[in-house]
């Protein structure tokens, strides 16, 4: 019984973690009473099983994981779901996603291109996932705009019981639905803020093997909303307050920022109507930010944060 | 160019190579990983004149269908030359040369990857030669599997691969242009090092049983070197991006990795 490793090390492929009576999880393989290393990630020792968290890698599917896919194909009874990243198609069959009696035609409920938020119901490496989509939160997506991540990241992005999304939902009053295959819906009334979500979501990626990312993250977007209120003030409360930058400067900030990143597949969708009423928010964790009239106001925010701070805290004290 | 002449002699009165190398040591080389952004892994690897880019995308859906395998991935190597890595323009379509060097690249790497996690799907390898220097088809295998590491691709183990000659009756590992062109022979081989195992051997030339036993043990010292290379090279691509993090905050980092994905599929019993 030997152990080859530190907590958290990073590992590479055929590295040797370790001897003896342990097991090999995800990302390892025993080999002769020895663990090695399958992939280059995170080493972590549970009991006596070893595993290593990838820190690369498409999106492997598996029972219970919320996806966020887009239908590419309508098969008869069946939507074919793609998940952006990975080699296997989803199937949807109406029967797990509408209420009957349904008409025959299913294109009429979702048609091609429409992006739907459901869950995996089963998965073999032969047939490709199933998914279904009745449940709280898992319907069809409308409005807003996509962006992918890295799915070996998502983790991070859901943060410790969801601490760091819910922290960036508090703090810019998105709504925002983060699929397990690493897509991400973001929708907002104000363009800025969504920006700013991208931004933060983006930071999340570049930095996921970091720590204190929470609160990094967190002071980013404080930051960054303070540029941005007195353009938010401006549009949304044309009296209110006065205080902010100039309008013009503020404006430009943002977008410079966010936008050059190549590699993220943002889609912006067609412009956010703030007309829609939004409905019930599917969400990773369960509390959801009523968003009915909420603003981007900073007032608001503030007491907010300071109830969420020691709540974080207790947690990451266990 | 100047047109090439053979040397006088490609190992001179004091036992050293033309470049200055003695018998068994490798020329200098660099490995660098990640070095492309729109594929899912990638790696660099300059050994001497020699320099190649490996590109990995994938397991992603296959095209054409009809390759499918229903138990495995199925691994499609793609050794190209750059039409300026070589003295006179290479013609650009593919060579046998190439797809040989293709197969015999996927062939090696083949044994290490867990094929079987992707059934139906395809994991591509796209190897690019820069510039040509010798020992091309061995610094791709290096590039490769640490462009498949990149791409978060489960495998048994990184694959460091050199080849040995023989020039004027001397043993010499990692053959440059003008040992390989106008030495006696050259051996490319691939290891695994942890298992010791050889996933490559090709000859070229002739040699005796003893130097074919010498030849191999050089490979394999050289191999575990490379592999050592290889290693830092991939430790170092992602603890640069680990950037600072300290020990002080485990508890905040831990139950990121609780939330893990894979958490459903752990198997029964092994």
Redesign the interface.
Same mark, same amino acid.
Request: proline share 8%; aromatic share 6%.
């Given at each position: 019984m030997a152990l080859f490793f530190t907590?958290?090390e990073?590992v590479?492929?055929?590295?040797?973690l370790a001897e003896g009576r342990y097991?090999?999880?995800?990302?390892a393989?025993?080999?002769d009473e020895k663990v090695?290393s399958?992939?280059?990630g995170?080493a972590?020792l549970r009991g006596n099983t070893v595993?290593v968290?990838?820190?690369?890698?498409?999106?492997?599917p598996?029972?219970?994981?919320l996806i966020i896919g887009k239908i590419t194909i309508v098969a008869g009874n069946n939507w074919k779901v793609d998940l952006g990243s990975?080699?296997?198609?989803a199937s949807l069959h109406a029967n797990n996603a509408l209420r009957r009696p349904y008409d025959d035609d299913i294109s009429r409920y979702m048609g091609i291109g429409d992006v739907i938020v459901a869950e995996v119901s089963a998965f073999d490496?032969?047939s490709g996932p199933f998914l279904f989509m009745k449940g709280r939160g898992l319907q069809k997506l409308e409005g807003g705009m996509l962006m992918s991540i890295n799915?070996?990241k998502?983790?991070?992005v859901?943060?410790?019981?969801g601490s760091m999304i819910s922290m960036i939902k508090d703090l810019l009053r998105v709504q925002t639905v983060v699929g397990?295959n690493g897509i991400i819906w973001i929708r907002s009334r104000d363009p800025k803020i969504m920006r700013l979500a991208v931004k933060a979501f983006e930071m999340i990626e570049?930095?996921?093997?970091?720590?204190?990312?929470?609160d990094r993250v967190h002071d980013m977007l404080k930051e960054e909303l303070k540029n941005l209120k007195g353009s938010i003030d401006e549009d949304d409360y044309p009296s209110d307050e006065d205080e902010g930058p100039p309008k013009d400067e503020a404006f430009e900030e943002a977008p410079v920022e966010t936008e050059p990143e190549?590699?993220v597949e943002s889609e912006p969708a067609p412009e956010p109507e703030p007309e829609v009423v939004p409905e019930d928010e599917p969400t990773e964790t369960k509390e959801e930010p009523s968003e009915v009239e909420a603003k981007p106001d900073k007032a608001k925010a503030k007491p907010k944060k300071v109830e969420e701070k020691p709540e974080e805290k207790e947690v990451?004290?266990? | 160019m100047s047109p090439e002449v053979k040397p006088d002699y490609l190992i001179s009165p004091e036992g050293l190579r033309n470049d200055g190398r003695r018998p068994d040591e490798m020329r200098p080389i660099e490995m660098k990983v990640g070095v492309l952004?729109?594929a899912? #892994?990638s790696a660099s690897i300059r050994q001497g004149k020699t320099y190649i880019i490996a590109a990995v995308y #994938? @397991?992603?859906?296959?095209h054409p269908r009809h390759l499918t395998q229903?138990d495995r991935?199925y691994l499609r190597v793609v050794y190209r030359m750059a039409t300026f890595s070589v003295p006179d323009r290479k013609r650009p379509a593919p060579s046998r040369r190439e797809k040989e060097i293709s197969m015999v690249i996927a062939n090696s790497l083949r044994p290490?990857i867990?094929l079987e996690?992707?059934?139906?799907?395809?994991i591509d390898v796209f190897v690019t030669v820069i510039q040509a220097d010798g020992g091309t088809r061995c610094a791709a295998i290096n590039a490769a599997s640490l462009a498949l590491?990149?791409? #978060?691709? @489960?495998?048994?183990?990184?694959v460091p691969s050199v080849a040995v000659g023989k020039a004027d009756g001397h043993l010499l590992v990692d053959l440059g242009d003008e040992e390989d062109k106008y030495g006696q022979g050259d051996i490319p081989m691939a290891t695994? @090092?942890?298992?010791d195992e050889i996933v490559l051997l090709q000859q070229d030339g002739s040699f005796t049983r003893e130097e074919i036993m010498e030849a191999a043990q050089m490979g394999i010292t050289s191999c575990k070197y490379l592999h050592e290379l290889?290693?830092d090279a991939?430790?170092l691509a992602?603890?640069r991006?680990? #950037?600072?993090?300290?020990g002080?905050?485990?508890?905040?980092?831990?139950?990121?990795?609780?939330?893990?994905?894979?958490?459903?599929?752990?198997p029964g019993d092994?």
């Open positions: 907590k958290r990073i590479v492929p055929g590295q040797l097991r090999a999880d995800v990302g393989y025993g080999k090695y399958a992939v280059v995170l972590e595993k968290v990838p820190l690369q890698g498409v999106y492997i598996s029972e219970g994981d990975g080699p296997y198609l490496r032969n799915p070996a998502v983790p991070r859901i943060g410790r019981r397990q570049a930095e996921a093997h970091t720590s204190k990312l929470t190549p590699e990451s004290e266990e | 952004k729109q899912d #892994g #994938g @397991p992603r859906e296959l229903n991935a290490v867990f996690e992707f059934p139906k799907s395809v590491a990149d791409a #978060g691709i @489960p495998m048994r183990s990184l695994i @090092p942890h298992s290889q290693k991939l430790k992602y603890a991006k680990e #950037g600072e993090n300290g002080d905050d485990d508890d905040d980092y831990e139950d990121d990795l609780e939330h893990d994905l894979g958490e459903a599929e752990i092994d």
